[in-house]
């Protein structure tokens, strides 16, 4: 790619953990110019292998700076100083102390948009409170749409809330630069994972309103045998997600199941039979089996793949999505693209 949207835009990130490096990561990857600010002595989690190369620091240049001197804050705000963008990821209340809050870096850079990158937000009862992403989403309550009745809620780690997060407050800063262009004054931005996680769960919400989850009667998303996950006769597993009549349809077609009636298709009372024979079909053949028979037809299918498998699959190695440095290092590529 010759030109990205970004090149041009200088970035100072103060370096946490969590979504503040993925923002920074998802600016650096569209051309801007990037420069973390690194603490002496790296307080990020060992067991999530900050000693090993840090792929959220890819394409950026890394400063190490003690903010807890004057030269150190003197340096900080000089880096601030000539800078577009400004992303901190601390509790609120701390950039503050350190003489580095919005009021001072503005100051020294009225263009400057301040990115706050939180959990609970600058405001509310828990600001202060410690929380990492399965916290967050617990708490917009789209962590429950994840669970049957009587079964504990999962969420896959940093995916859902994190990186949500990360992408809110990507977004609020791709917004804000628009806006400086045309007004010549900065912006703050107070990007919190449960706000931007209450606002991805939008589809939820309205899937919710018309009685299709989280209810008393049987929801689609859990309880159907046309949209779940299915034991293959190898221990794997496979997706089907057959919502739409046609496609539904094509899938009994498929499964040799002419005598199943497509038109009752949402005849709950039936459900429970009806996956269980669903089940008992999945168990007879191999997933690469069903993948030869499934994938690529509007069934609405896809095999549920390792990370290492989903950089080896057709689809996505055509379209580039994964680098593969070493088996345990694969590295998503930069989304969206621009054609």
């Known amino acids: 790619m010759s030109h990205l949207p970004l090149q041009g835009v200088?970035?100072?990130?103060?370096?946490?953990?969590?979504?503040?490096p993925?923002?920074?990561?998802?600016?650096?990857?569209?051309?801007?110019?990037?420069?973390?600010?690194?603490?002496?002595?790296?307080?990020?989690?060992?067991?999530?292998?900050?000693?090993?190369?840090?792929?959220?620091?890819?394409?950026?240049?890394?400063?190490?700076?003690?903010?807890?001197?004057?030269?150190?804050?003197?340096?900080?705000?000089?880096c601030v100083a000539g800078a577009d963008v400004l992303i901190e990821g601390n509790r609120p209340g701390v950039m503050e102390r350190l003489g580095l809050g919005p009021e001072v870096c503005m100051a020294r850079n009225p263009r400057l948009i301040y990115g706050r990158m939180t959990g609970w937000g600058q405001d509310g009862p828990l600001a202060q409170a410690a929380g990492h992403d399965l916290n967050y989403v617990a708490l917009t309550g789209l962590l429950s749409l994840s669970a049957r009745k009587g079964e504990a809620?999962?969420?896959?780690?940093?995916?859902?809330?994190?990186?949500?997060?990360?992408?809110?407050?990507?977004?609020?800063?791709?917004?804000?630069?628009?806006?400086?262009?045309?007004?010549?004054?900065?912006?703050?931005?107070?990007a919190a994972i449960v706000d931007v996680v209450s606002m991805l769960g939008t589809l939820a919400q309205w899937v919710r309103a018309r009685g299709n989850i989280d209810g008393a009667q049987?929801?689609?998303?859990?309880?159907?045998?046309?949209?779940?996950?299915?034991?293959?006769?190898?221990?794997?597993?496979?997706?089907?997600?057959?919502m739409e009549p046609q496609f539904y349809a094509l899938l009994l077609d498929k499964l040799g199941m002419h005598d199943v009636d497509p038109g009752k298709q949402d005849d709950r009372a039936g459900w429970p039979a009806l996956k269980t024979r669903f089940a008992d079909c999945f168990r007879s053949r191999t997933r690469e089996q069903w993948c030869e028979l499934l994938e690529g037809t509007d069934v609405c299918f896809a095999p549920v793949l390792t990370i290492e498998e989903a950089a080896a699959h057709p689809h996505n190695a055509a379209r580039g999505i994964f680098r593969v440095l070493s088996p345990v290092d694969i590295r998503p590529a930069v989304a969206p693209r621009f054609v």
């Open 218 to 242: 049987p929801s689609p998303f859990h309880d159907s045998p046309y949209y779940d996950t299915y034991l293959c006769a190898d221990g794997k597993f496979i997706t089907i997600a057959a």
């Open 153 to 190: 809620p999962i969420v896959p780690p940093t995916v859902v809330g994190d990186a949500g997060g990360a992408l809110g407050l990507a977004f609020g800063i791709a917004c804000a630069l628009v806006d400086v262009r045309a007004t010549g004054r900065g912006r703050v931005i107070d």
């Open 22 to 78: 993925v923002a920074g990561r998802m600016l650096a990857a569209m051309g801007a110019e990037v420069t973390v600010l690194a603490r002496p002595r790296e307080r990020l989690a060992l067991n999530l292998g900050a000693d090993q190369d840090n792929p959220l620091r890819e394409g950026k240049q890394v400063v190490t700076l003690d903010l807890k001197t004057p030269e150190g804050v003197t340096r900080a705000l000089d």
């Open 10 to 20: 200088r970035v100072v990130e103060f370096e946490g953990i969590g979504p503040g």
